[in-house]
C-alpha cells in the first residue's frame, strides 16, 4: 500500500480542468483531477483540453460519470472543445470582485444611501486570505487584536488592485486584453506578479518590488489603536441573573449571592440559608460614603436582578449595602470602560465579592518571528505538534514573556505575575512539550482583555495565578481615572474619579 501510494507521488499531479490563470476553482466536485506528471510538465494554461488527451480518455470519463463518480459538471468541463468565450472570461473574473451575499448588499445600500458620491468596492475575504499566504503575512489571534486593523489593511490593498485592473466591467478588460496581451496581461493566480495601474494612478508597483515593500513595513507596525464597547449587561453567561448555583451558607455573602426566595422575607438571610451565586452586575456605580469616621469611595455594582426598581442608588446603599451618608459620584459606569490605575490601562470586567475584576487594556506587542512561533503553538495539539517547536525555543519564549510583564508598562499592573514566572522558571525547563506549550499560551492570552488570571498549576503553581482583581475602595489608591473614548479611539477623555 505505501509503495503504491508512494508512486502515484511521483507518477501523477493534482491540476485544473479550468485553469487558474482564468478562474479560481479549487473545486474537488468539478476542477480538480489527477494528471499525469510528465505530461503535465509541459501542459500551458489552455483551455479546452488538448484533442488527443480528449479522444484518449473521453470513453473512461464516460464511464465514471455514468458510475457516479464525477459529476456532470467536471464531465462537461473535460470534454469540451470549445475555447472560453469573451463573457465567461468576464464572468470568472466577476466572481472574484461582485459580492452576491444579500446581507452584504444590504449594508452596501446603506452606506450608498449615506455617502452618495463614495464608490463602494467590494473585496472578497478568499482573495485577502490568499494574498496573506502567498507573502507569508501570519495572522496570529492570540497575541493581540491587531490583526482586525491588519486584515482592513489588507482589504483595502487588494480590493485597490483588483479595482483598477477590472474596474466594474471585466468584459471590458477582456476586450483590452485580446486587443493587447501584454499590454494587459493577467493571471487570477497571480494577480500580484504584474504591475497594476489605471489612468495614471498606480495600485500595485512590482518594480524593485516596491509595493511589497510598502506593505510589509505597515503590517510590522505596533501601533493600531485598539477600543471597544462598553456596555450593561442584562443576563449572565447562561441567561441568567444568577449562575444557577445554589451556595450553602458557609459560603453565602450578604450583597454577593441572591436569596433563594426573595419573597418570604426571613429566606432572604442569605449567611443564614444560603443563595445563588454569581449574580449579573448590570452596570457599576461611584459612591462616597463613611466608614468608621473617614469618607472612602468604593466602585459598587448594580445588580441587573432589579431592573432599574430602586428609584435611586443613594437608597439602594442604604437600604442594601448598609452604607451612611452615601453620596454618588458617577450613576453609571458601563461594563468594559477603561480605567487607568497607578499609570497601567484596565477594562472593568466583573465584580467577586467585594473586589473588582480587571482586564487587561495594553495591547502585547512581539516581533513578526515570535508572533509566527506564537501561532505554532496554538495550532499544536494532541494528534499534531510541528517539528519547528522544540524546548529551547520554549525557554527562550517563556523568558521573553517574562520580561515583558515585568518591564515597562506592564509593571504597573497592580497584580504583577513576573513572581509566578520567576518561581515556575525552573519546573518549566523540566515540563515535556506539550505541558510547555500550555504554559506559554497562557501566558499571552494573560494580555487579553476577557483574561483576568492564569493557569500555572503545571508548574506547581495555583491554577488561578496573578489574579487581577483589586479591592472595590479607590481611595487609597494614587491614581484612579474613567477614560472615556471614541469609536476610534482618536479622541479621549479622563475623569479623576478620586476628586471628581
Request: charged letters at 30%; glycine letters at 4%; aromatic letters at 12%.
Amino acid at each position: 500500500m505505501i509503495i503504491y501510494m508512494i508512486l502515484i507521488i511521483f507518477i501523477l499531479d493534482i491540476d485544473h480542468i479550468y485553469p487558474r490563470h482564468f478562474v479560481k476553482d479549487d473545486s474537488i466536485e468539478n476542477n480538480l483531477v489527477l494528471v499525469n506528471k510528465e505530461c503535465n510538465a509541459a501542459k500551458k494554461d489552455t483551455f479546452p483540453i488538448e484533442s488527443n488527451i480528449r479522444n484518449k480518455m473521453e470513453s473512461i470519463w464516460r464511464n465514471l460519470k455514468e458510475g457516479g463518480f464525477i459529476t456532470q459538471e467536471k464531465y462537461n468541463r473535460l470534454t469540451r472543445r470549445d475555447e472560453f468565450t469573451d463573457d465567461e472570461r468576464a464572468n470568472f473574473i466577476s466572481r472574484q470582485i461582485v459580492e452576491t451575499r444579500q446581507g452584504t448588499k444590504a449594508i452596501t445600500n446603506l452606506f450608498e444611501q449615506t455617502f452618495p458620491s463614495t464608490e463602494i468596492i467590494y473585496v472578497k475575504a478568499g482573495n485577502v486570505s490568499d494574498f496573506r499566504h502567498k507573502f507569508n503575512f501570519v495572522k496570529c489571534r492570540n497575541v493581540n487584536d491587531f490583526h482586525h486593523a491588519q486584515d482592513a489593511y489588507l482589504n483595502v490593498v487588494v480590493g485597490n488592485v483588483y479595482y483598477t485592473k477590472f474596474t466594474r466591467n471585466p468584459l471590458n478588460f477582456i476586450k483590452d486584453y485580446k486587443r493587447d496581451p501584454e499590454k494587459h496581461q493577467y493571471h487570477m493566480d497571480h494577480m500580484f506578479q504584474y504591475p497594476v495601474a489605471r489612468n495614471g494612478k498606480t495600485a500595485w508597483a512590482t518594480k524593485g518590488g516596491e509595493s511589497i515593500k510598502t506593505v510589509r513595513s505597515v503590517m510590522a507596525k505596533n501601533t493600531p489603536l485598539v477600543t471597544r464597547m462598553n456596555y450593561e449587561k442584562h443576563s449572565g453567561q447562561n441567561g441568567g441573573i444568577t449562575d444557577q448555583n445554589i451556595y450553602s451558607a458557609k459560603k453565602a455573602k450578604a450583597n454577593s449571592y441572591l436569596p433563594i426566595k426573595t419573597t418570604e422575607e426571613r429566606l432572604k438571610n442569605v449567611e443564614r440559608y444560603g443563595g445563588y451565586g454569581s449574580i449579573t452586575i448590570k452596570y457599576f456605580f461611584l459612591v462616597e460614603h463613611m466608614k468608621g469616621k473617614k469618607k472612602i469611595r468604593t466602585i459598587e455594582g448594580y445588580p441587573a436582578y432589579l431592573n432599574d426598581s430602586i428609584e435611586n442608588l443613594e437608597e439602594y446603599c442604604v437600604k442594601v449595602l448598609g452604607y451612611e451618608m452615601p453620596e454618588i459620584k458617577m450613576a453609571k459606569i458601563k461594563i468594559k470602560s477603561v480605567f487607568k490605575i497607578n499609570g497601567f490601562y484596565y477594562y472593568l470586567n466583573a465584580k467577586s465579592d467585594n473586589r473588582i475584576v480587571w482586564g487587561n487594556a495594553v495591547q502585547l506587542k512581539m516581533n513578526q518571528e515570535d508572533v509566527e512561533y506564537i501561532r505554532k503553538l496554538s495550532k499544536a495539539n494532541d494528534e499534531y505538534i510541528s517539528e519547528k517547536i522544540n524546548s529551547k525555543k520554549n525557554i527562550e519564549l517563556y523568558e521573553k514573556l517574562r520580561k515583558k510583564y515585568s518591564e515597562g508598562i506592564y509593571s504597573k499592573r497592580v497584580v504583577v505575575a513576573i513572581e509566578a514566572f520567576e518561581k515556575g522558571m525552573e519546573k518549566f525547563e523540566t515540563l515535556s512539550i506539550k505541558e510547555q506549550i500550555e504554559i506559554l499560551l497562557e501566558m499571552v492570552n494573560y494580555s487579553k482583555d476577557s483574561v483576568s488570571k492564569i493557569n500555572l498549576s503545571k508548574l506547581g503553581l495555583s491554577a488561578n495565578s496573578a489574579y487581577c482583581r483589586t479591592s472595590k475602595e479607590i481611595s487609597k489608591l494614587k491614581e484612579c481615572k474613567l477614560i472615556n473614548q471614541s469609536v476610534t479611539g482618536l479622541y479621549e477623555n479622563e475623569i479623576d474619579l478620586l476628586t471628581v
